[in-house]
């Protein structure tokens, strides 16, 4: 890995954020599919954190970073509640939070937690309508966000993913709509806005976005679901 052109790119992005207000707004480096080279470039480069979605290879890669130069992470895929236990002192932020049982079990395995320091969740919301996405109804954040509460979880934010196929006015709607709810909710954080789409999100008040392909090119082809996961 090229880690000069990767850094390159990062300050292309910052830099791209910066042009559009935004202040402030973190970088989190996708690496899934990724090998633990990966990791270490988006540390090298200056990420604030990188983005996984499957335990098993999250697990296999950890085990190759130094501690010394592991980035905050960010569980950004569908959790399975099985396996949340096999991540808790693993993960620091939980970004796809989307139903009562992930909340549940988040609260159960918190309090065995051997690392000192706590993990945050997000709330998943999906903001686009599309029965294909992931994350609650904007209609259920709230009973959501308190059970989370209840619970002693930290809640720092919202997340959403943009519509399907693109389209600027649905994207702008969809992230516009995740900005209120978190306005409503008095929380800071808005996870919004990968390669495609990361600008529109920062006009909307994003204050975090997943980017992938934009720092490391298309990902590694030929992996089957058993291998990554």
């Excluded at 937690?113 to 992931?134: C, D, F, H, Y």
């Excluded at 994350?135 to 934010?157: E, F, N, Q």
Aim: aromatic share 4%; net charge neutral; with cysteine.
């Amino acid at each position: 890995m090229d880690v000069d052109q990767l850094r390159q790119r990062v300050g292309e992005i910052r830099e791209r954020i910066h042009r559009l207000g935004g202040v402030g707004v973190q970088i989190v480096a996708v690496t899934k599919s990724w090998d633990a080279e990966a990791m270490i470039g988006a540390y090298v480069a200056g990420c604030d954190g990188v983005g996984e979605n499957y335990a098993q290879e999250l697990i296999r890669k950890v085990a190759l970073v130094n501690p010394a130069q592991r980035l905050p992470i960010h569980f950004i895929g569908q959790i399975q509640s099985n396996k949340v236990k096999l991540l808790i002192d693993i993960v620091d932020v939980w970004q796809s939070v989307d139903r009562a049982s992930v909340v549940d079990e988040l609260i159960k395995r918190s309090a065995l937690r051997v690392k000192a320091q706590s993990s945050s969740i997000m709330l998943q919301v999906n903001t686009t309508g599309e029965p294909s996405k992931a994350g609650c109804d904007p209609t259920d954040v709230p009973k959501l966000l308190a059970r989370a509460r209840t619970g002693g979880l930290l809640v720092s934010g919202l997340m959403t993913i943009g519509p399907t196929n693109g389209d600027v006015d649905r994207t702008r709607r969809a992230f516009g709509l995740l900005s209120d709810l978190a306005d409503e909710s008095g929380l800071v954080e808005r996870s919004m806005g990968m390669s495609g789409d990361f600008e529109i999100a920062v006009e909307q008040g994003a204050t975090l976005v997943r980017v992938g392909t934009a720092l490391f090119g298309q990902r590694p082809s030929g992996l089957t679901a058993n291998e990554i996961k």
